[in-house]
């Protein structure tokens, strides 16, 4: 079957679809609900679920707005297929890009990526409210298992974030990073019922680079990898001090000029 898109207003409920190319585009006024998408590649080849608008080079929104009420999904596995050493080419489990504005996010199932520079949830754009309740888990290299560039209201993560990425060879490639938020963007309170972990050499656990309000992680902060680092914190003054933050063969907390 090939791509489904919804014409505006119309409702699709419960079933399953199999595509063998890009599955489900929605335009305006669209709900979709209970529904199972299936591709014969296993994992999903690409970015999982994607919503944005119309956005510049830079990912900041300038034309287009796309609304969502609520976006609920259930188990995710993808590969982007990004070839080894690219730089300026990321995909995503679960996908907010600029020019889109979610009320609420819901990750009922899941979200795991196996390729390289693959995001499992990535925000761009503006969301009110994040829930996820199943692990949140990157295997590929320099995968990061949540990333925002945008703005978020709360993050609520119910289960434990993992990162078992490498950064391979000495190359200038992205860094595989457990929880990563980038300058410019914020998070007003980010909850996480479970580990934050990396488990690979020359790693970052948890970079802040914008603002955090406030960071609770009842699993404690882990980095076990040779010569990685469990926290880096540019000039945010997110409060750690009730973290449970370690590093094997690193630092357990770097403060450091946001570049």
């Excluded at 979709?32 to 299936?38: G, K």
């Excluded at 995503?92 to 009320?103: E, N």
């Excluded at 490498?166 to 580990?195: F, H, N, P, W, Y």
Aim: with cysteine; proline share 3%; net charge negative.
């Amino acid at each position: 079957m090939p791509m489904v898109t919804l014409a505006p207003g119309v409702r699709l409920r419960g079933g399953v679809l199999e595509f063998g190319a890009k599955g489900v585009r929605l335009t305006r006024d669209n709900i979709l609900e209970s529904v199972t998408v299936r591709c014969p590649e296993r994992p999903v080849l690409g970015s999982g679920v994607f919503v944005g608008g119309h956005g510049d080079w830079d990912g900041v929104a300038d034309g287009g707005t796309v609304r969502v009420n609520t976006l609920c999904t259930g188990e995710i596995h993808t590969d982007g297929g990004i070839p080894a050493g690219t730089t300026d080419l990321i995909s995503g489990g679960v996908f907010v890009i600029s020019g889109a504005v979610v009320g609420q996010v819901l990750n009922c199932g899941p979200v795991t990526t196996y390729g390289q520079n693959d995001m499992v949830l990535d925000n761009w754009g503006q969301v009110q409210t994040w829930t996820a309740t199943a692990p949140v888990t990157s295997h590929g290299p320099s995968g990061i298992g949540f990333v925002n560039f945008g703005v978020l209201g709360s993050l609520d993560v119910q289960a434990p974030i993992t990162t078992l990425s490498l950064v391979r060879g000495m190359q200038a490639e992205l860094a595989a990073v457990a929880l990563s938020v980038k300058q410019g963007g914020r998070i007003g309170t980010a909850t996480v019922d479970g580990r934050i972990a990396t488990s690979g050499d020359h790693l970052t656990t948890v970079e802040i680079d914008g603002e955090v309000g406030t960071l609770r992680v009842t699993g404690g902060i882990h980095a076990t990898g040779r010569e990685a680092d469990a926290v880096r914190v540019g000039t945010s003054d997110v409060d750690l001090s009730d973290i449970d933050i370690t590093a094997t063969d690193g630092q357990s907390i770097i403060h450091h000029a946001a570049s």
